[in-house]
T-cell receptor, first 114, second 115 residues
Framework: NAGVMQNPRHLVRRRGQEARLRCSPM?????VYWYRQLPEEGLKFMVY????????ESGMPKERFSAEFPKEGPSILRIQQVVRGDSAAYFC????????????FGPGTRLTVL | AQTVTQSQPEMSVQEAETVTLSCTYD???????LFWYKQPPSRQMILVIR????KQQNATENRFSVNFQKAAKSFSLKISDSQLGDAAMYFC????????????WGAGTKLIIKP
């Protein structure tokens, strides 16, 4: 059973461009979570999604950031008009339906904004 | 709101010796989960050990064990017989029992293993 997959592993964007980060959860998992890790800090919760639903986006900046988890395909975290402060590692985690106490993490996407 | 504090930015230990990483947290809840995650240079986040607050017995996982002091809101990680592969960032995290999400994370402790 493959783990949580994230791509790309590294993404470089210039200020003002768009960044799209993809996350494929583990097989059988229908819950996806996105976290952001700034340098020298722990992870910060951004958003929690189930298939076709955003359950909690309280940790997501109100502007420029959006997330989706369509019925088919990976979850996407989209950052529009990136700024240098968006440079961070973005982690996706997934958990199986009905089992709430462990999240399995992907390897992360390191976003660098020039 | 819950908070997690790791007061040791960096720790070092001689290979084969024992080291303890500290973590304290603040919550008004009585039931919750606590976790230790390891993040090696590859940046993959790996679950090391988990503790349910309603369990009095301290969790253990091979060379890793915790000292869970609920009244003191303390959750330290002990690594015995340290190995070079243990070098990593270690993060303490909290999650409410009622929540399937939103892990609350400490800032991390960098563990250095001296050969």
């Amino acid at each position: 059973n493959a783990g949580v997959m994230q791509n790309p592993r590294h993404l470089v964007r210039r200020r003002g461009q768009e960044a799209r980060l993809r996350c494929s959860p583990m097989k059988g998992h229908s819950h996806v979570y996105w976290y952001r890790q700034l340098p020298e800090e722990g992870l910060k919760f951004m958003v929690y999604l189930q298939k076709e639903n955003i359950i909690d986006e309280s940790g997501m900046p109100k502007e420029r950031f959006s997330a989706e988890f369509p019925k088919e395909g990976p979850s996407i975290l989209r950052i529009q008009q990136v700024v240098r402060g968006d440079s961070a590692a973005y982690f996706c985690a997934s958990s199986p339906r009905g089992l709430g106490n462990e999240q399995f993490f992907g390897p992360g996407t390191r976003l660098t904004v020039l | 709101a819950q908070t997690v504090t790791q007061s040791q930015p960096e720790m070092s230990v001689q290979e084969a010796e024992t080291v303890t990483l500290s973590c304290t947290y603040d919550t008004s809840e009585s039931d919750y989960y606590l976790f230790w995650y390891k993040q090696p240079p590859s940046r993959q986040m790996i679950l090391v050990i988990r503790q349910e607050a309603y369990k009095q017995q301290n969790a253990t996982e091979n060379r890793f064990s915790v000292n869970f002091q609920k009244a003191a809101k303390s959750f330290s990680l002990k690594i015995s017989d340290s190995q070079l592969g243990d070098a990593a960032m270690y993060f303490c995290a909290y999650r409410s029992l009622d929540s399937n999400y939103q892990l609350i994370w400490g800032a991390g402790t960098k563990l250095i293993i001296k050969p």
